[in-house]
């Protein structure tokens, strides 16, 4: 590893989008599945690629590494935009807030930059209780900004309506098997941020022959094309990897750019089924 007097030649490289009062660099690494030594292994591997954007969340049950990863870098933590997530057993007020503190214990933080609400599950609490303390969390200087996880608009706008402070994004799936047109034009107009998780699909990008068709055009892989037509729509793209070849692969998307035909056959891939993830009892009515 290098130490933070010699950085990598691409840091700072990563563009940045702005929505009420945040600025997220556009590309970061998830997380979401990857655990123990691998976690803190991969959050060094992208720190030192470049990367200052790093995804995690209290079910993950790899803060605690993500943030060893971080410390190891030798980076100084304000340097890189932290974003963890409350998981819904955790929204009801007596365990709202002792949950965001052994989250940044875990993180090794003060302060998380983004702190959101994972899945819509309003069982013990009702959502507008919930953005109240996830409101009362920013206030008190746990998190710098906060934001939504699997909402739908009509929720969105429930959550907007009740929160205290502003909600600077909503993270969902999106990728190009699956049509977020409705819901990216909801958040843009909502003056938000959308982040996409999962932008390959669980797989499904990098053998797909039209993203590679498309990749050989400009030198680049499918995985690369899928991530640049998300970037190209204004979104925070946060693919998950545990391989550190991919992970700085994946960061070789921002120096070409897709023309508008290609923008579109990418955006006919999107199929009704395309959906990865929807699971029982936590997701919403999808829009
Ligand atoms: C239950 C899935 C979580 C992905 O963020």
């Given amino acids: ?87 819904p057993d955790n929204f009801p007020r007596e365990r ?27 069982r013990e609490a009702t959502l507008e209780e919930t953005v109240q303390e996830l409101a009362r969390v920013h206030s008190d200087g746990l998190a710098r900004h906060v934001g939504v996880s699997n909402f739908n608009i009509e929720l969105l706008d429930r959550a907007l309506a009740a929160a205290q402070a502003p909600l600077v994004t909503n993270q969902v799936e999106y990728h190009p098997f699956l049509d977020q047109s409705k819901l990216l034009s909801a958040v843009e107009e909502r003056e ?27 030198g680049k892989s499918a995985v690369q094309v899928a991530l640049r037509w998300l970037v190209q729509q204004g979104t925070v793209v946060i693919p998950r990897t545990s391989d550190p070849e991919h992970c700085r692969l994946n960061m070789e998307i921002f120096d070409f750019e897709l023309g508008t035909g290609e923008m579109e056959r990418i955006h006919d891939m999107a199929r009704p089924d395309g959906r ?12």
């Fill in 1 to 87: 590893m290098t130490d933070s007097t010699d950085p990598s030649p691409t840091a700072g490289s990563i563009p940045r989008v702005e929505a009420r009062g945040a600025s997220m660099p556009q590309l970061g690494l998830g997380t979401w599945e990857v655990e123990g030594d691998e976690a803190r292994e991969i959050t060094e591997v992208a720190l030192e690629a470049g990367y200052r954007h790093l995804d995690t969340a209290q079910l993950y049950g790899n803060e605690e590494e993500v943030g060893r990863g971080l410390e190891a870098s030798g980076l100084d933590p304000r340097e890189v935009f932290v974003t963890t997530k409350v998981w």
């Fill in 96 to 122: 709202f807030r002792r949950s965001v503190e052994e989250s940044l214990e875990k993180l090794g933080l003060e302060q998380v930059d983004l702190l959101l609400l994972h899945w819509p599950r309003f």
């Fill in 192 to 218: 938000m941020i959308l982040t996409a998780y999962s932008p390959l699909a669980h797989g499904r990008v990098p053998g797909n022959d039209t993203l590679r068709q498309i990749g050989e055009k400009h």
């Fill in 276 to 287: 990865v993830l929807s699971p029982r009892g936590l997701a919403p009515e999808w829009d």
